[in-house]
């Protein structure tokens, strides 16, 4: 019996309370997502049961049952607390997947503090502006991302403190660094966990929007109420699973659901911290006997081009219950995980501005390949018309996803950006920048984004940052970044350049500003091709008319173009 049951019952008289009071969270008391993720659980006579089990690269491998994350937590919390960290203080969190992000994470949110995780590969550029946005007072990171940290720390007056978790005295620490090792610590019995509110802030994503800047997006700690019901109704998390969620903290994806859900839950989850090769995630999958799994559509290309054959070669009977989000889950993955795995995967909707899954497919519930399923319980998801932002109840009929505010994770705002958080309210709904279509059953189709943010294997990527990247090298003299159409990636990203006079259109330049926007950008965000151009389609007043370039690359309809410059 799946935890849900029945959609339709869940959904009649829903509402939050339910998820407050398996919580035991009565409104206007404390609430704090790292007391609740580890000493709830021990409380509840879970502190011997396993709460990670992580592999690394070269087979090492540590298992945490869930007193050790509570005093891993606690000790960590208290190395920070004496730094002077105090609550409310941005703290960026900037690893691998390794054990330290999973514990530093709940060690943060114990003292009050903020948590900013950050995407390891970032390179510093991308590292400088999420830090400078957020004014973050400490960085928590290893040996092999610290060169990143000290290019760009003269940049940052905030910035206090640069931890490193696994120094091993071999070079000196240089300016603000210090050395910290859970390991070495004396554990910490107890710490006294800060009293946050319902509405203290908890987490800070950054995510990418089409222009600007990416935006930080602040969760709160109340948030738990739905993090912990989504990842219990869509993810069908049981006492004797063994979770694998493949996403790293640093996207809202894993944090939710990689670190909030499952252990407010007392769920043992599983971490592997290598590269992906479909012969390693079945092989892990096996090894721990993973039963529920939450990926991504990219992974499930990847793992449908390595074949079947390789399937064949583990016992990956121990599956359960599959996921995915992230990306459109095309309906070819669905059906192909029904065939090779016994099970589809159920496609999951939401963002990291919602903080939890907004619409699923759920356990029990007819899975139609290609769709992404019905709004969660308590919410209400729309399509709104785009002209008169009207929902629109006409079924197949296509137009904006929007949400109607108040669902426990929502976000508070953007960081230091309140005006682009309101321009995201229309009517009072939320508009999720998504374009959808309802079928005559209540299921969502996805259509796409109706920005020009591209999303490639999951991973937002802007292109005004790109553009941006690439109008810092000398011999650029405008650009545009669309996407191209990707077998895996579904896409990924293009860059139109128009040089500077004196400068030679030929592969060689191509390779230096390759080179030279790579120390800028995220590896996720950067161009898979560049293409010289003579001018770029504009519009009248001016503007780069990225959507030209788009259906060109896509070999679809160009359109209306009456506002062209050169009509
Ligand atoms: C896209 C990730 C199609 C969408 C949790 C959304 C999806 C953006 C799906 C959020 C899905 C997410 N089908 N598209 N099932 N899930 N998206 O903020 O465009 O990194 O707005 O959060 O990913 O990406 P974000």
């Known amino acids: 019996?799946?935890?849900?049951?029945?959609?339709?019952?869940?959904?009649?008289?829903?509402?939050?309370?339910?998820?407050?009071?398996?919580?035991?969270?009565?409104?206007?008391?404390?609430?704090?997502?790292?007391?609740?993720?580890?000493?709830?659980?021990?409380?509840?006579?879970?502190?011997?049961?396993?709460?990670?089990?992580?592999?690394?690269?070269?087979?090492?491998?540590?298992?945490?049952?869930?007193?050790?994350?509570?005093?891993?937590?606690?000790?960590?919390?208290?190395?920070?607390?004496?730094?002077?960290?105090?609550?409310?203080?941005?703290?960026?969190?900037?690893?691998?997947?390794?054990?330290?992000?999973?514990?530093?994470f709940l060690g943060i949110l114990k003292i009050g503090a903020i948590a900013?995780?950050?995407?390891?590969?970032?390179?510093?550029?991308?590292?400088?502006?999420?830090?400078?946005?957020?004014?973050?007072?400490?960085?928590?990171?290893?040996?092999?991302?610290?060169?990143?940290?000290?290019?760009?720390?003269?940049?940052?007056?905030?910035?206090?403190?640069?931890?490193?978790?696994?120094?091993?005295?071999?070079?000196?620490?240089?300016?603000?660094?210090?050395?910290?090792?859970?390991?070495?610590?004396?554990?910490?019995?107890?710490?006294?966990?800060?009293?946050?509110?319902?509405?203290?802030?908890?987490?800070?994503?950054?995510?990418?929007?089409?222009?600007?800047?990416?935006?930080?997006?602040?969760?709160?700690?109340?948030?738990?109420?739905?993090?912990y019901l989504t990842a219990k109704w869509v993810l069908d998390l049981q006492d004797d699973d063994i979770y694998w969620c493949t996403a790293d903290p640093g996207w809202v994806t894993g944090t939710s659901y990689g670190i909030i859900g499952p252990w407010s839950l007392g769920i043992t989850q599983c971490v592997l911290d290598c590269g992906f090769s479909a012969a390693a995630w079945y092989r892990f999958i096996e090894k721990h006997r993973v039963t529920v799994w939450y990926s991504a559509p990219t992974a499930i290309r990847s793992l449908m081009r390595a074949g079947e054959e390789v399937v064949k070669d583990h016992d990956l009977s121990g599956l359960r219950h599959l996921a995915s989000v992230g990306e459109p889950l095309n309906s070819e993955a669905v059906i192909w995980s029904g065939k090779v795995f016994g099970k589809p995967f159920h496609d999951t909707y939401w963002q990291t501005e919602t903080g939890v899954i907004m619409i699923a497919n759920y356990p029990g519930m007819k899975v139609k390949p290609g769709s992404m399923g019905k709004p969660f319980p308590g919410i209400t998801g729309v399509i709104l018309d785009p002209v008169s932002h009207e929902p629109i109840a006409e079924a197949g009929k296509?137009?904006?996803?929007?949400?109607?505010?108040?669902?426990?994770?929502?976000m508070r705002t953007y960081w230091n950006n309140e005006a682009t958080y309101q321009a995201k309210f229309v009517n009072n709904w939320y508009l999720s920048g998504d374009r959808a279509s309802i079928d005559n059953e209540g299921y969502f189709w996805f259509v796409g984004r109706d920005d020009d943010v591209i999303n490639t294997g999951g991973h937002l990527v802007s292109p005004f940052e790109v553009e941006s990247a690439l109008l810092e090298h000398e011999a650029v003299a405008e650009s545009a970044v669309v996407s191209k159409p990707d077998e895996v990636n579904m896409e990924v990203v293009k860059a139109f350049v128009m040089l500077n006079p004196g400068f030679e259109p030929d592969a060689e330049l191509e390779l230096k500003i390759m080179n030279f926007i790579r120390k800028k950008l995220s590896p996720l965000a950067m161009p898979q091709e560049i293409e010289y151009v003579e001018s770029l389609p504009k519009t009248r007043s001016g503007k780069i008319m990225r959507r030209?370039?788009?259906?060109?690359?896509?070999?679809?309809?160009?359109?209306?173009?009456?506002t062209l410059e050169d009509e």
């Open 548 to 562: 030209l370039l788009h259906a060109q690359e896509w070999g679809e309809e160009i359109g209306d173009t009456s």
């Open 1 to 104: 019996m799946s935890n849900i049951g029945s959609y339709e019952e869940r959904i009649e008289g829903f509402d939050w309370s339910l998820s407050e009071k398996e919580l035991e969270y009565t409104p206007g008391d404390r609430i704090n997502i790292g007391w609740y993720c580890t000493d709830r659980i021990c409380r509840m006579g879970k502190a011997d049961k396993t709460a990670l089990i992580w592999e690394g690269l070269g087979g090492a491998s540590r298992t945490y049952t869930f007193n050790d994350i509570r005093l891993a937590a606690n000790t960590i919390g208290r190395f920070l607390r004496d730094l002077g960290i105090a609550d409310q203080d941005r703290v960026c969190l900037f690893m691998d997947k390794i054990p330290e992000l999973y514990l530093g």
């Open 398 to 410: 296509i137009g904006l996803i929007a949400f109607k505010p108040g669902w426990p994770s929502m």
């Open 116 to 227: 900013q995780p950050l995407f390891s590969a970032f390179g510093d550029e991308s590292l400088l502006v999420r830090l400078e946005n957020a004014e973050t007072s400490a960085i928590i990171t290893q040996r092999k991302h610290v060169s990143k940290v000290r290019k760009i720390r003269d940049r940052l007056p905030h910035l206090k403190h640069i931890i490193i978790v696994d120094y091993d005295g071999r070079k000196p620490l240089q300016e603000r660094e210090q050395a910290f090792s859970l390991d070495d610590a004396d554990p910490v019995e107890e710490l006294e966990v800060f009293p946050t509110e319902a509405e203290s802030p908890s987490v800070l994503h950054y995510t990418s929007g089409t222009t600007g800047m990416p935006k930080g997006v602040k969760h709160v700690h109340y948030s738990l109420i739905a993090q």
